[in-house]
């Protein structure tokens, strides 16, 4: 089981340091693999507060180049020199409000493995496509833009769910993660408004691998909760 915590546009370093700190002093489940997801400039801090643990420290995003002339953008390369274990590729967020597409996303992954990350790429319907009947195809045409390795992990990540208080049912996710598996074979993890009282059911499904949270992973109580029930799961 993978729990990882997106914390999205929260904690700078200071309180990303705190936070760090509380969660190693939390004596998470050992047989659950847990990872967090600063903003780039809490990165560092994290990396810091969170040495000589397992728990991993992952980028929200990666460009596709080296380096070069891409204002605002971040690579791989420099993800590595700080500490950074992996990376979030394609969430739901990035292709809403920052143009991220399934080619831009693909390219992301292709680079960040390449340069030696590990990856979270995020998939998911949004609400009219899946009243529309289309999720199977969305899912078959983003899920299409990428490659197996086996440092590539899947988020279903069903757009309506994603910090909305609605999750998809076990059923849903369950029927998700098995399209996902029938085209490449990788860890499936869920995400869209977990929380501890419905983690339980959500990861009992043997097609769930873990969990991408983002809202509940800012409180360290509610975070170290889905972790233990990851652990039961
Ligand atoms: C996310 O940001 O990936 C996410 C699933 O958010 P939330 O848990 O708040 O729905």
């Known amino acids: ?28 489940p050992d047989d659950v693999d847990v990872v967090v997801c600063p903003p780039y400039v809490s990165l560092e801090s994290a990396v810091q507060a969170l040495a000589d643990t397992e728990i991993g420290v992952f980028a929200q995003s990666c460009h596709w ?49 390449e340069g030696g990350l590990h990856v979270i790429a995020c998939v998911g319907e949004t609400l009219a496509e899946r009243e529309y009947g289309e999720t199977e195809a969305v899912i078959r045409r983003q899920v299409g833009a990428l490659e197996y390795d086996e440092n ?17 049912t076990p ?3 369950q029927e998700a993660h098995e399209t996902i598996k029938s085209l490449l074979d990788v860890p499936v993890l869920y995400g869209g408004s977990v929380k501890p009282d419905n983690a339980a059911e959500l ?11 983002g ?3 800012l409180d360290i109580d509610s975070f170290a909760a889905i972790c233990r029930a990851a652990s039961r799961s």
Not at 203 to 213: F, K
């Open 1 to 28: 089981m993978l729990i990882a915590g997106n914390w999205k546009m929260y904690k700078g370093p200071r309180e990303a340091a705190a936070f760090c700190r509380e969660l190693r002093d939390a004596a998470l």
């Open 65 to 113: 180049e080296r380096e070069g002339a891409f204002t605002g953008e971040v690579s791989a390369p420099i993800l590595r020199e700080v500490g950074v274990y992996g990376t979030l590729v394609g969430h739901s967020e990035r292709r809403q409000w920052f143009g991220e597409t399934d080619d831009s996303a693909g390219a992301r992954v292709r680079a960040a493995l």
């Open 152 to 168: 590539l992990v899947i988020a279903y990540e069903p757009v309506w769910a994603i910090g909305t208080g609605r999750t998809a």
């Open 171 to 173: 059923e849903m996710a």
């Open 203 to 213: 990861l009992g499904r043997p097609a769930v691998d873990g969990a991408l949270v």
């Open 215 to 217: 809202g509940a992973s």
